[in-house]
């Protein structure tokens, strides 16, 4: 059945299934933008990098703080723009020479315009900000400012803007270090993902509709715990359903106790931590729990345990895999959602952007 059959359309839908597309259009633009070899040109070697969000875009962060680290070989954090803003003692204590890069799909989040305002007028640091929208505060007054106007999106939640402005992140990486097998990998990853995007909505609608969950759990390790965190607030998000997230091997210290025939646990793999994730796969199916499996090597063990499994493409380092992996708990909150009778593009208590009056 053609995708567009599949339900009414809706904005997040379409804006889910286009991330092909938009992951070649931000890589093509990349390509060309002179502020990414400006970043290079001033950025000193023994920086630390700190990457600067809010709710989806601090997931964002997580992720790609930890690509930073290992395509780069530097320091990299994630933190949520309010503990730059409350706690900067805490945020930015002991770090040397700090280069900031805030984070903001709409480049008007008030938390990331504060931050931003925060280093640059009080700390004097020069900030990159990556964002979707050029005339907003956030890309007009950063010091290095990149726009990926292709990942602009109409629904309330965040889905290709997360995607796309990660391989941003990561393609600035590669270009910090000349990579490029990596950039070959981050182009190469569109075409390479296209079949899943025929392949998996129509099996995952099938898949909530033959079951019903009282929790979800997501699980993973390094550069995919922020995939995790965006799985469980995409579910929470779409279909006001209770889900959290966790490093996969902290699943075992206690939250194990929610697992239950109406329990959803997912799971990212990763290939550093394969072996013991897989174990916890198995364990936790034998608790009882279904199960959601992504990952790009799928051995008899994981498909034996996995209830749903969607094998991402293998080729390329892990982390330029990342993007295409993003997508599948986006579109398990929309169907969720969508069966509960809710509008995916108005969700419950949400706007787009979180615009706040005044910040203490």
């Not at 009282?214 to 965006?230: K, R, T, V, W």
Request: charged letters at 20%; hydrophobic letters at 40%.
């Amino acid at each position: 059945m053609p995708l567009t059959q599949l339900e009414s359309p809706t904005h997040m839908l379409r804006e889910i299934l286009s991330q092909p597309e938009c992951w070649s259009e931000c890589i093509r633009q990349l390509e060309n933008d002179a502020v990414l070899h400006e970043i290079a040109a001033n950025v000193p070697a023994d920086s630390e990098w700190l990457f600067v969000g809010c709710g989806t875009s601090y997931y964002l962060a997580l992720s790609a703080a930890a690509s930073f680290s290992v395509i780069t070989g530097t320091p990299a954090q994630a933190v949520p723009a309010s503990e730059v803003l409350l706690f900067p003692h805490i945020a930015l204590a002991g770090r040397r020479r700090i280069v900031p890069v805030l984070i903001s799909r709409s480049g008007r989040t008030t938390e990331v315009v504060k931050a931003r305002d925060y280093l640059e007028r009080e700390r004097g640091i020069p900030t990159i900000a990556i964002t979707c929208a050029a005339d907003q505060s956030l890309a007009q007054t950063s010091h290095f400012p990149i726009v990926l106007s292709a990942a602009e999106e109409q629904s309330t939640v965040m889905t290709r803007s997360f995607s796309s402005m990660l391989l941003g992140l990561q393609y600035l990486a590669a270009t910090l270090t000349e990579n490029a097998d990596f950039k070959q990998a981050l182009k190469h990853l569109p075409r390479a993902a296209e079949p899943l995007f025929r392949d998996i909505p129509p099996r995952l609608r099938d898949f909530v509709e033959r079951h019903d969950f009282d929790n979800y759990a997501f699980l993973g390790h390094g550069p995919f715990y922020g995939i995790a965190c965006e799985a469980a607030l995409k579910v929470m998000e779409s279909s006001c359903s209770y889900a959290q997230s966790f490093h996969s091997l902290e699943f075992r210290h206690g939250p194990k106790s929610i697992v239950s025939a109406k329990t959803l646990v997912g799971f990212f793999l990763s290939d550093a931590g394969y072996a013991a994730e897989v174990d916890l796969l198995e364990e936790i199916k034998s608790l009882g729990a279904i199960t959601f499996v992504v990952t790009p090597r799928v051995d008899s063990r994981v498909r034996a345990r996995a209830d749903f499994l969607v094998e991402v493409p293998m080729d390329g380092p892990e982390c330029s895999r990342l993007a295409g992996c993003i997508p599948w708990g986006q579109l398990l909150g929309l169907y969720t959602g969508l069966k509960k009778g809710l509008n995916p593009d108005s969700p419950r208590n949400l706007s787009q952007v979180v615009i706040l009056n005044e910040i203490p």
